[in-house]
């Protein structure tokens, strides 16, 4: 599995549809907060068959995590690249992350 912190994910609901926390709070550990939008993740240009979660890291302010398994197939390298995109599940706009590199044995 693979753990990515990164920003700018959007829209936050928590598990019984509380309000995301204000902007510069300090994300609880009683609420989890995950994204509205549903989030993919390419992996040396594989898609990642499981986001196991996406949403605000506890303790942390406006620092989002994407846990995903690894997809079978990626070649290793030491500059494999990651995308990670959100989809609006509402209107279907997507945006995808800037393109950053791993290292896979």
């Known amino acids: 599995n693979l753990v990515i ?3 700018g994910l959007g829209s936050l ?3 019984n549809g509380e309000q995301e ?5 300090i994300a609880p550990t009683s609420t989890i907060y995950r994204t509205t939008s549903n ?3 390419m992996i040396g240009g594989v898609s990642a068959p499981t986001v196991q979660f996406s949403g605000l890291t506890p303790t942390l302010t406006a620092l ?3 846990n995903v398994q690894m997809p079978g197939g990626v070649t290793p390298g030491s500059a494999v ?3 990670v ?4 599940p509402t209107t279907g706009a997507t ?3 800037n393109t950053v590199t791993i290292a896979v044995q």
Request: without cysteine.
């Open 5 to 7: 912190y990164m920003t």
């Open 13 to 15: 609901v928590g598990a």
């Open 21 to 25: 926390p204000a902007d510069g709070a």
């Open 39 to 41: 989030i993919g993740v």
């Open 64 to 66: 989002y995590q994407v």
């Open 81 to 83: 690249p990651v995308v």
């Open 85 to 88: 995109t959100a989809t609006d």
């Open 95 to 97: 945006a995808a992350s």
